[in-house]
């Protein structure tokens, strides 16, 4: 019983991050056709930013996490206009210029922070009691909180703003779109802040759990991609139920065999979804 | 294979290849300091992984972000073999590239049913699945710190030296023959458009994965001789990092033209190594000229120097 809730919020949380970043990438996918090799590296540089705001400079927690939110976004539309957009005539010259810059974040975090992990403290120190059986630390349902908020503002933005319904019809068809006179560059720029700042804020959360390290955005963009594949690039419903699956399958797996097993998995998990159905659970059927 | 015009073998590039071979044949002649030996070693290695990935890359437009597979692959079986039970390293290196391209079969197969992004992260997803086995099965491994003494390809530093040249001249040369030959030019066919070479008859899913196989055994001949050149196997054969640096190496050097890419490989390991003086900035200058020529020189260095020099010649000329 006692495992059983374990796994069941730890698998939560790990869901959590997962569908943070999964709905970043997938937006700027579906609605720019930008391949975003270097989301993850946003996810790091939150943990790093919210190492130095909240741990080294010891502003207050609100104030922190705000802070980190916003410079990563404004860094990442600064990456756009620079580096993204000279190149976005082809799809694979995107793919090279994000990864190149990733491996260039990840240099700068070794250069100015050093390779070691660092520790952020937790958000709150204390251990929860739940149904008087198991300790969880409170920090892991702040960040399970905190995420499926954000989750619900993003939908709440998408389909209930006017913004929202332009990124929808940038999504849909960008010359129609640009004949009802909408800017698709300001789409672009807003749909690129917006998947930054949920990369960082889920690096952020994170943080205190995982540390932060100059390495961690390799591997989960590996298990971000088994996400989008699994829930089919432009399904948003998708991929909330693919970060699920993948969060809980790899939490069990690490509980009942070994953690290594459970990093392997979403590989696998990815190679037979491509193989049998690649348009992912909920997607649209593609011609792949 | 009947040649599609009528060359003769001495034309302009050839034999700007044979004496790019002459003088790398030559360099233990003149160069005596071993640390510069090795460096060229080291180049001629990655010369091989880049042309291999170019010919599948390069020519038939997918683009995988895994060939660290192929590559850890061959490295992993050739050091295992040699170390466990003491295979010699001409049998080692054959295994290698003979699992490699076992790889490229499986993993080929469901991949090529893809395109664009999808192949690019299933390939990325694909690598990361035995860099994880390594460090499960450290005890067979080594774990993070990988193996050490394995037998060395070749007592002396000549011997070493022109093995490796041996390596880079003939796989760099059967993909160079292979790119030029109708095979390549079908290749191509596919990369411009895949539904018209299609229709024209051309069983496109045969000949990508037959790339795919080739391009494996020829990385993973590399990556075994690169842990007999090291005495030394470790995960960061395996990485992501290596990958990345292959296709850094091909897009510096100019895709899809084969010369370009190896070029592009000497080019970047001699950089590399020259940067060695400021240890701390160099991966992140490294790094941050790779953006900067991904920025300004798309086409690659080699291509943009030729058409810049083919401009000057009609200048003077007209």
Redesign the interface.
Known sequence: MNIFLEVLVYGAVQSSIYALLAMGFCLI?GVANI?NLAHTAFYMIGAYLIYTFFSVLKLNLAMAILLSVVSVAILATGMYRY?IR??MFS???V???T???A??FQ??M??IYGPADRNVEGFIEKKLTLLGAVDIDAQRLLTLVVSVILLVLLWLFIYRTRMGKAILAVAQDREAALFMGINSERVYLTVIAISAALAAASGALIAPTIGARPEMW??T??KI??V??LGGIGSLEGTILAALLIGYLEVVISFSI?S??G??V???V??LM??FR?SGLLGKRIE? | MPEQNNRSIFSGERVGLLIALAILSAVPLFIKNRAIVEIIILANIYAVYVASWDILCGYTGQ?S?GHALFIGGGAYTAALLNFYFKFPPWVTIFFGGGVAALFGLI?G???L??????F???T???A??PY??T??FWEVTGGLDGLYGITPIWPTLEGKYYFSVLLTAVCCGLVYLGGRSKKGLILKSIREDEVAAMASGVNTTAYKLTTFVISGFLAGVAGAFYSHNQLHVGPETLS??LS?LV??MS?VGGIGTITGPIAGAYLLTIFNEMMREWE??R??I???A??LF??FL?KGVLPTLSDGIKQWIKRKGG
């Open positions: 996918f391949v580096c000279p190149v799809e694979w010259s793919m090279m210029i990864i190149s810059l491996l260039f240099q700068l070794i250069f390799a591997p963009l590996g991609f088994a989008v594949v070994s290594y097993f990093e392997i979403s590989v696998i990815i190679l491509l193989s690649p792949a | 683009v972000f993993i197969t469901p991949c049913r893809l395109r664009g992004p999808y690019a992260l299933a990325f997803a694909a990361a699945f994880g086995l460090d499960v992501i990092n990345v296709i850094i897009v701390e900035l991966l992140l490294y790094t941050a790779v953006v991904l920025l798309p």
